[in-house]
């Protein structure tokens, strides 16, 4: 199977794995599909490195390891569609892992999911202080396999970023 990498202002990949991830002040999710697309299973918990970006370098060595041809990452918006700082925050997020890959980064309106994601593991029996470590790998994994039904849909599997626009001269400066 030859997968082809998608520029990221174009559409979804039709084929191949992709890496879901739910950005936390603290901790980052992450989620794999299986190779051909289909079902989104947990990988591991990261700790969020602003400073070094070791998280960013990991997800990297993740999609290398896989042969994704994509990764989804949460964005957080409210009820009501809003974008407010957790979403800033993840964009930029995004806009960081997307420097350290060659293939596309996508955002995926992610409302609840962490809220989801606490009560399945809930109603499987996981206690709530063991749940802190393995939340925002499942909700890493619902933002994923939403992408990912969506794909097979015919539908995107989230929306590219959005390019920088370049900077215009001002008048009567060169």
């Known amino acids: 199977m030859s997968t082809s990498t998608i520029p990221p202002d174009g559409p979804s990949p039709a084929r191949g794995a992709l890496l879901g991830v739910d950005v936390g002040e603290v901790r980052v999710g992450l989620a794999a599909s299986d190779?051909?697309?289909?079902?989104?299973?947990?990988?591991?918990?990261?700790?969020?490195?602003?400073?070094?970006?070791?998280?960013?370098?990991?997800?990297?060595?993740?999609?290398?390891?896989?042969?994704?041809?994509?990764?989804?990452?949460?964005?957080?918006?409210?009820?009501?569609?809003?974008?407010?700082?957790?979403?800033?925050r993840a964009r930029l997020y995004a806009k960081a892992l997307q420097r350290h890959l060659e293939v596309p980064v996508r955002l995926w309106d992610e409302r609840l999911t962490t809220v989801d994601a606490h009560r399945a593991l809930r109603s499987s029996g996981v206690p709530g202080r063991r749940q802190r470590g393995v939340v925002d790998q499942a909700a890493a994994v619902l933002i994923l396999q939403a992408a990912l039904d969506a794909r097979r849909a015919g539908r995107p599997a989230g929306v590219p970023l959005k390019a920088r626009k370049p900077r215009t001269p001002r008048s009567g400066t060169r």
């Open 35 to 88: 190779p051909e697309g289909l079902i989104a299973t947990p990988v591991d918990t990261l700790r969020r490195d602003q400073e070094h970006g070791s998280d960013l370098v990991r997800i990297a060595e993740e999609v290398r390891d896989r042969g994704a041809v994509g990764v989804v990452v949460g964005l957080p918006r409210s009820l009501s569609g809003e974008e407010g700082l957790a979403a800033g």
